[in-house]
C-alpha cells in the first residue's frame, strides 16, 4: 500500500458514512464527499441530491479524493508523507485552494491557490518539519475562526479537534 492509499483510508476512516446534519454547509455528505463536490464530479450541473449522495460507493469517494484533493491540486508530487496527509486533510475539510494557499504562505510565496513552478521550487528548498507546523497552524487558526464567526459550526468543534489533535501528535 502507497502513502496515497493510507492517507485516503484515514481520511474515510474520519470522514465516516453518510451523514445529513443541518449545521453541515457541505449539505449531505457521504464519506465526507459533499452533495456540490458530487455533483460536480459527475457533471450533473446542479449539487446531487441527497439520495445521490447516499447512494456514493467508497471506491467513487476514493476516486473523488484522488482526482479532486491529491492529483487535481498538485500534491502528488510532496515527498514528504506528513505534509501531504496534511495538506490533503485540509483540502478536504476545507477546500483544496484554500490548502494550497497555506502552503504557499507558509512558503513566503504569493498565495494564489495554485502550485506551479515557484512554489515548487520553494517546497523543493524548504525544511518539510517547518513547513507542516506553519501550515498545521494556519489550519488550526482557520477553525478557530471559523467557530466564533458561525456559531454553528462549533457543533463540529470537538470532532475537529479530535482530527487536528491526530496532526499535532504525529499519529498520522
Keep these: 500500500m502507497n502513502a496515497i492509499d493510507t492517507i485516503l483510508d484515514e481520511i474515510i476512516r474520519r470522514?465516516?458514512?453518510?451523514?445529513?446534519?443541518?449545521a453541515?454547509?457541505?449539505?449531505p455528505t457521504n464519506f465526507g464527499i459533499t452533495a456540490q463536490t458530487l455533483g460536480s464530479w459527475r457533471k450533473l450541473g446542479r449539487p446531487a441530491t441527497a439520495?445521490?449522495?447516499?447512494a456514493?460507493?467508497?471506491?467513487?469517494?476514493?476516486?473523488?479524493?484522488?482526482?479532486?484533493?491529491?492529483t487535481g491540486p498538485g500534491f502528488e508530487t510532496i515527498t514528504h508523507s506528513a505534509l501531504l496527509h496534511l495538506l490533503v486533510d485540509a483540502g478536504v475539510?476545507?477546500?483544496p485552494k484554500r490548502a494550497v494557499q497555506w502552503l504557499q504562505s507558509a512558503l513566503g510565496v504569493?498565495?494564489?491557490?495554485?502550485?506551479?513552478?515557484k512554489t515548487r521550487a520553494a517546497l523543493?528548498?524548504?525544511d518539510q518539519g517547518v513547513l507542516y507546523g506553519k501550515v498545521l497552524?494556519?489550519?488550526?487558526r482557520h477553525l478557530g475562526w471559523l467557530i466564533t464567526t458561525d456559531p454553528k459550526q462549533s457543533a463540529f468543534a470537538a470532532g475537529w479537534m479530535n482530527r487536528m489533535a491526530e496532526f499535532v501528535e504525529g499519529t498520522v
Design 137 to 140: 497552524g494556519q489550519r488550526l
Design 15 to 22: 470522514e465516516g458514512g453518510y451523514v445529513n446534519h443541518p
Design 110 to 117: 504569493t498565495a494564489d491557490g495554485v502550485i506551479g513552478p
Design 124 to 126: 523543493a528548498a524548504a
Design 24 to 27: 453541515d454547509r457541505g449539505g
Design 56 to 70: 456514493l460507493t467508497e471506491t467513487q469517494a476514493r476516486a473523488i479524493y484522488r482526482q479532486q484533493y491529491i
Design 51 to 54: 439520495p445521490e449522495v447516499q
Design 93 to 95: 475539510h476545507s477546500g
